[in-house]
C-alpha cells in the first residue's frame, strides 16, 4: 500500500528582535509530540500533535569556535541529528533506486532554509546529503569488484519557481519572459523543459553549482525587485548507478532527489477583507494555495474520498506531483517560529504538517536494463516524428477549429522535445566520462574565478549586498580598485545594477590609491540612511543603498584596518538594521530601549512598510503611474479601541486629481506584490504590461472611503447628568485639523424627557443602578476640505463592538449638516460605564471620499517624477465650484468657532479645561447643598429677608461664574453658565425655549477680565 509521507517538526531559536522583545514560547516538545499553547491562555492545554520527528532545536545548543551549534544537553537537535535520521534515509533509498522528496514548508525565518541548506558551519542537509552520496560512491569504487564494471553517475540541476514561471538558476539564459516551460511525461510524470542537468564529479562540483544558482537568483532577485521568500527553490540530484547484474547484463538504477525549500508560508490562506479581488489576480500564493489544496486533497482520496488532486493547477505542484502521492519516498521538514506572535501562522504550519502525514506514496525501485532505456528513448523519439509528420496535433491528428498559429506553435514544441530526447539519447550513449570532460573546463574555470574573488576580498574596497533572505546575503560583490568607476543601469557602466530607480548614469566612486574613496551621486543613493546630493566619503562598513532595492555594504580593508587601530568596533551590519537605520533617518523612533512589545513589532512594521513604499513609489515613477504613496501611522484609539496596536497605512494620492485614500498595510503588501508583477512584465518587455484600470494594483479601483480624521468627546459632564454640547476639532492621524464637529450629548429619561432639577447628581456614584439615556447628535462638520465629495461619521458605544454610522451625506458645502441622532439607554449604570463616562472619550470617525480634481493646467505634462517631486503646496487641484460657493457662506461660522475650539487641541489648555470643569462640579454640589439648605431655612422662616449663609452662596457663585467664564473662553460652556446663575438665584433651571434664546445670542467669545480665577 505504500509508505507514508515521513513527517518533521523544528522549532528554531528565538532571533534578536524575537529576544529583544521578549517574545513568549509557545512551543513545547515532548517525544514525538509538539505543543503550541495560545500566547493569550499560557494555562491552557494548547493543540497537540504528534509526527514523526519533533525536533527541538529552540535553546540547549552552544556555539563552537566554527561556529556550528551543538547541543549542550540531550534535547537540542543540531544539524548532524537532522541529517541522520531524515537525511541518511534520503541516501540510502536513493542508493537503492526510490526517488526521493525532501520540502521544507513554513512562515518565512522559520528555518526551511536552514534545515535545508544551512548557514556556514551549520550545513543543512542538502550539502551533507551530496557530500555523503560522493564518500559512498568512493567506498564502493574501493570494494566493489572489477567484473561489475560500475559506474556511478551523478548530476545536479537548481531551478526556483517564482510567479508560477520557472527560471533554470545553472543557466542565466532561461531568465526569460514566462520562464521555461513544463511539460508531461506519459511515464516520467512533469518535467522542466531545456533544464540544464549538469554532471558533477565530486562534493565540491555541487557546492559550487549550488552557489552558482544562488547568486544567479540574487542578482536576479534584485535586479527584478523580486522578494526571494516568495520563490521556491528546487535542488535536483539526479543518481544513475550502472553496473552488471549477475547475469552480466547492464543494467542501470535511477534515483531522482528531489530537495525542495519552499517559499514563505504566510498569507497564503489570509482572507484580507481588502485587496482580495486583486489578490486572485496575483500568481504569487498560486502555488502554495494549490499545494494544500493537493495535499489535502491526497489525504481525502486516500481516504477513499472520491476526488481529483489538482496538481495541474500550478506549476510547483505539478512538479511535485510525484512526491504527493507518486513514484517517490517523501519527507517533508515543517519549520516553526517558537514565539507566540506568529501563533497563527505557526498553527496553520502544524495543521498543514498534520494533514501531510496521512498522505501515502508509492515508490518504486527505478532499475531496468541500460539498453531498454535507450531502447524507449528511441520509441519515444519515432513516436514524436510520427506525429510530426502527420500534421503535429496531439496524437498526430489535426485538430480542427484550433487557429494555425496555434498549430504552429504545438508543431514547435514538439520539434523541441523531439530535440531534447534525440539530445539526451545521444547523452545516455555518450560515455559520462566524456560529458565530465565537457564540464570539467567551465567548472575550474568558475572556481578559480572563485578563488580569486575571495582572496580580492580581504585586500580590495567592494560593496557587498544586503538581501531580506540571509541566504541570499553577501552574494554579490562589486569591486572598487583603485581609480575611477561608474555606476548605472546598463554598460558600459564598470558596475551595472539593473532594476528599479538605477539610472543610466547613477554614480561615480573614486578610489585614490585606497587612502581616500568617495561617491559622486547622481541618481538616489543613500550612505547611512541618508540621500547625499554631494561628493561624500565612503568608509569602512557603510551602507550605501542604489536607487530603491539595491542594498550594500562598503568593505574597505584598508580603512577597516584604520579603525581597529583607533578602536572603534565594527558593527555587524545585517538587512534588517540597514533598514532600521533607514527609517531612523526619516525620523521614526527605532530605539529599542525601554520599548514594549507591541512598540517593537510596531518598529519592525514601520520598518518594512517604509521599504515597500519606497518600492511602490519607485514602480510608479518607472510606469509613469502618476500615483504617490506615504506612510502614516493611526494609534488604536483614533481606530476606536481602548488599546491596541498602532496601525501602519499607506496614504495613496492619485497626482492627475488629487484623489487620495488609505490602506492598510496588509492590503497595501498584497497590492504592492501584483505592482510588482506588472513592474517585471514592464521590465521583461511585455507589450501589454498595463491593466485596466479597475484591476490596477497601484490605484484605488473601490473607493470605500477613508478615515478624515476623528474627534475625541469627553462626556465627564454626563457623569453629573449635564447635557453637553461642543463644536470639537477633528484631527487626522498626522495631527493636522481636518475641520470640525458640532456636537450636543444629553441625558435624559428612557421616555427620552430631560432631567428636572430635583434630580441633579451630586455624586455621579449616585447614577449606579440607574437607568440613564445619552442622546447623541452629530449635528454639522465644519469648514471641510472642498476636495471630498462624501462624508459620514461613525462611533462604538460604551463596550459594545457595534458601529454606529451616520447616512453618507453628498457634500454641497465645507459645513455638511449630518444630523445622525441616536439614543442609547444605559440600564442599568454599571461601575464600568461610570468610569467611562468620568475618564474615557467617545472616539468619532469621520469618513470621506474625495471627487476627482483638476490638475493645474500648467503642471499637467509633467512625469509621476516631476510631480512627485513638488511640494504639497505647489501641487494645486481645482474642484468644481459649488462646494467652493457655499464655503464662502459659511466662512463666518468657521472663523466663529476656530477660536474657541484651537485652543482644546493644546494638550495644557485641554488639561485646564478639565480642572476647571471638576471644579464646576464640585462647586456645583457645593451649590446644591447651599440652596438645599436655603430651601430649608426658606420653610422654617418664610418671613425673613435674607437668609443665613447667603454671603456664602453669593461669593460662591461669583466664583461658580468666574469658573465657568473662564471655561466658556476655552470652550463653550456659555448655557451652563447661564443655568448655574438661574439655579443659585432662583432654585430652577432654565426653560429650554430660554436656553435656545441664549444660545443664539451668543456671537463672539471674548475673554473677560474677571474670569481669571487661578
Ligand atoms: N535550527 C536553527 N538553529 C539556529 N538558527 C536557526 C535555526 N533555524 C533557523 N535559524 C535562523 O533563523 C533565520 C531564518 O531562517 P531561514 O533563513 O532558514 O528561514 P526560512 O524559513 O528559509 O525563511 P524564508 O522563507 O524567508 O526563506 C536565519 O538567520 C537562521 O540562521
Ligand atoms: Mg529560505
Request: aromatic residues 6%.
Amino acid at each position: 500500500m505504500g509508505d507514508n509521507l515521513k513527517v518533521a517538526v523544528r522549532v528554531r531559536p528565538f532571533n534578536d528582535r524575537e529576544k529583544q522583545r521578549n517574545a513568549k514560547l509557545v512551543i513545547e516538545m515532548h517525544g514525538d509530540t509538539t505543543i503550541i499553547k495560545d500566547p493569550n491562555n499560557m494555562e491552557g492545554e494548547g493543540r497537540k500533535y504528534t509526527f514523526d520527528y519533533s525536533y527541538w532545536s529552540h535553546d540547549g545548543f552552544k556555539e563552537r569556535d566554527d561556529g556550528y551549534l551543538e547541543p549542550e544537553d540531550g534535547r537540542y537537535a543540531d544539524q548532524a541529528r537532522v541529517f541522520e535520521d531524515l537525511g541518511k534515509g534520503v541516501l540510502s533509498n536513493a542508493w537503492q533506486g526510490f526517488n526521493c522528496s525532501l520540502f521544507a514548508y513554513g512562515q518565512t525565518g522559520s528555518g526551511k532554509s536552514y534545515s535545508m541548506v544551512g548557514y556556514g558551519e551549520n550545513k543543512g542537509i542538502i550539502p551533507v546529503s551530496c557530500e555523503e552520496l560522493f564518500k559512498g560512491i568512493e567506498e564502493r569504487k574501493l570494494t566493489d569488484d572489477a567484473e561489475r564494471e560500475a559506474e556511478y553517475q551523478v548530476s545536479v540541476s537548481m531551478l526556483e519557481i517564482y510567479n508560477e514561471s520557472v527560471k533554470d538558476l545553472l543557466n542565466t539564459k532561461s531568465f526569460k519572459k514566462g520562464g521555461l516551460r513544463v511539460r508531461e511525461h506519459p511515464q516520467k510524470g512533469f518535467y522542466v523543459e531545456q533544464l540544464q542537468i549538469s554532471p558533477v564529479r565530486n562534493y565540491k562540483d555541487i557546492e559550487g553549482r549550488i552557489a552558482e544558482g544562488n547568486f544567479n537568483r540574487t542578482v536576479a532577485a534584485t535586479n527584478m525587485n523580486a522578494t526571494s521568500s516568495r520563490a521556491h527553490t528546487i535542488v535536483s540530484i539526479n543518481f544513475a548507478q550502472k553496473a552488471k547484474n549477475d547475469a552480466g547484463k547492464s543494467m542501470t538504477k535511477t534515483s531522482v532527489i528531489n530537495l525542495v525549500d519552499l517559499a514563505g508560508s504566510e498569507r497564503a490562506d489570509s482572507t484580507g477583507a481588502t485587496g482580495d479581488r486583486l489578490k486572485e489576480g496575483s500568481m504569487i500564493n498560486k502555488s502554495l494555495l494549490c499545494l494544500g489544496n493537493c495535499i489535502k486533497a491526497v489525504a481525502d482520496k486516500q481516504m477513499g474520498k472520491a476526488t481529483n488532486p489538482p496538481f495541474r493547477d500550478s506549476t510547483l505542484t505539478r512538479l511535485l506531483k510525484n512526491a504527493l502521492g507518486g513514484n517517490s519516498k517523501t519527507i517533508m521538514i515543517a519549520a516553526l517560529s517558537p514565539a507566540g506572535i506568529n501563533y497563527d501562522e505557526t498553527v496553520s504550519t502544524l495543521r498543514f504538517a498534520d494533514r501531510a502525514k496521512s498522505i501515502k506514496t508509492r515508490a518504486v525501485v527505478n532499475e531496468s536494463p541500460t539498453d531498454k532505456l535507450i531502447r524507449e528513448m528511441k520509441e519515444e523519439i519515432k513516436r514524436l516524428q510520427d506525429q510530426l509528420k502527420l500534421g503535429g496535433g496531439p496524437g498526430g491528428v489535426i485538430v480542427q477549429g484550433i487557429p494555425e498559429d496555434q498549430v504552429e506553435e504545438m508543431r514547435k514544441q514538439m520539434e523541441e522535445e523531439l530535440k531534447k530526447n534525440q539530445k539526451e539519447m545521444e547523452d545516455m550513449k555518450l560515455s559520462w566520462q566524456q560529458r565530465l570532460k565537457d564540464q570539467e573546463e567551465g567548472s575550474m574555470k568558475m572556481l578559480m574565478e572563485e578563488r580569486s574573488r575571495q582572496e580580492a576580498r580581504k585586500t580590495t574596497p567592494h560593496f557587498w549586498n544586503l538581501n531580506e533572505d540571509p541566504m541570499l546575503t553577501g552574494m554579490i560583490v562589486h569591486f572598487v580598485p583603485a581609480g575611477h568607476h561608474a555606476l548605472g543601469n546598463a554598460e558600459p557602466a564598470d558596475i551595472v545594477l539593473k532594476g528599479l530607480s538605477v539610472e543610466k548614469d547613477h554614480a561615480t566612486i573614486d578610489n585614490r590609491n585606497n587612502s581616500s574613496i568617495k561617491i559622486v551621486p547622481k541618481g538616489a543613493v543613500l550612505v547611512n540612511g541618508v540621500t547625499i546630493d554631494k561628493e561624500t566619503e565612503l568608509r569602512h562598513n557603510d551602507r550605501v543603498m542604489f536607487g530603491s532595492t539595491h542594498l550594500y555594504v562598503f568593505h574597505h580593508p584598508q580603512d577597516a584596518a584604520i579603525q581597529e587601530k583607533e578602536g572603534k568596533p565594527v558593527e555587524r551590519v545585517t538587512f534588517d538594521s540597514a533598514q532600521q537605520e533607514i527609517a531612523e533617518k526619516k525620523g521614526f523612533d527605532m530605539n529599542m530601549l525601554g520599548k514594549s512589545p507591541e512598540e517593537i513589532l510596531l518598529q519592525e512594521d514601520i520598518t518594512r512598510a517604509l521599504r515597500m513604499v519606497g518600492e511602490a513609489n519607485a514602480m510608479s515613477t518607472a510606469l509613469d503611474k502618476k500615483m504617490l504613496y506615504k506612510l502614516e501611522l493611526l494609534s488604536p484609539q483614533a481606530r476606536g479601541l481602548k488599546d491596541g496596536r498602532t496601525q501602519v497605512l499607506v496614504r495613496a494620492k492619485n497626482l492627475t486629481n488629487g484623489k487620495e485614500c488609505l490602506w492598510r498595510d496588509d492590503s497595501f503588501v498584497d497590492r504592492k506584490y501584483v505592482m510588482q508583477e506588472m513592474y517585471q512584465n514592464y521590465a521583461e518587455g511585455e507589450e501589454d504590461w498595463d491593466c485596466p484600470q479597475d484591476k490596477d494594483p497601484f490605484q484605488d479601483q473601490e473607493d470605500a472611503g477613508y478615515i478624515i480624521g476623528t474627534t475625541f468627546v469627553y462626556m465627564n459632564s454626563l457623569a453629573y447628568c449635564i447635557e453637553m454640547e461642543d463644536i470639537l476639532p477633528v484631527t487626522s492621524s498626522t495631527s493636522k485639523e481636518e475641520c470640525k464637529m458640532k456636537i450636543n450629548i444629553l441625558p435624559c429619561h428612557a421616555n427620552g424627557g430631560p432631567f428636572t432639577d430635583d434630580e441633579f447628581i451630586d455624586d455621579p456614584n449616585e447614577l449606579l443602578g440607574r437607568s440613564l439615556c445619552l442622546k447623541i447628535r452629530i449635528e454639522q462638520l465644519l469648514g471641510l476640505n472642498r476636495k471630498f465629495s462624501h462624508v459620514w461619521c461613525r462611533y462604538k458605544m460604551h463596550q459594545s463592538n457595534d458601529w454606529n454610522t451616520s447616512e453618507v451625506i453628498e457634500l454641497s458645502s465645507g459645513n455638511p449638516l449630518i444630523d445622525f441622532e441616536k439614543t442609547f439607554p444605559l440600564n442599568p449604570v454599571t461601575k464600568t460605564l461610570l468610569n467611562d463616562l468620568l475618564d474615557a472619550a467617545l472616539i468619532i470617525q469621520v469618513w470621506g471620499r474625495q471627487k476627482p480634481g483638476n490638475l493645474d493646467s500648467s503642471l499637467a505634462n509633467m512625469t509621476t517624477k516631476q510631480l512627485a517631486g513638488l511640494d504639497e503646496d505647489k501641487l494645486r487641484y481645482s474642484f468644481d465650484k459649488g462646494a467652493a460657493g457655499s464655503r464662502k457662506a459659511d466662512t463666518q461660522t468657521k472663523k466663529g468657532t476656530e477660536k474657541k475650539t484651537a485652543a482644546v487641541v493644546n494638550p495644557e489648555t485641554e488639561k485646564a479645561l478639565r480642572q476647571k470643569e471638576v471644579q464646576i462640579q464640585s462647586l456645583r454640589a457645593e451649590v446644591n447643598r447651599l440652596r438645599a439648605a436655603k430651601d430649608k431655612e426658606a420653610s422654617t422662616t418664610r418671613t425673613s429677608v435674607g437668609f443665613q449663609g447667603g454671603e456664602s452662596v453669593n461669593s460662591k457663585m461669583a466664583l461658580v461664574t468666574a469658573v465657568v467664564n473662564e471655561a466658556k473662553r476655552l470652550k463653550k460652556e456659555t448655557i451652563l453658565r447661564e443655568r448655574l446663575a438661574s439655579i443659585l438665584q432662583t432654585g430652577r433651571d432654565l426653560p429650554s425655549t430660554e436656553i435656545k434664546q441664549i444660545e443664539e445670542k451668543i456671537g463672539e467669545n471674548k475673554p473677560s477680565k474677571a474670569c481669571v480665577i487661578m
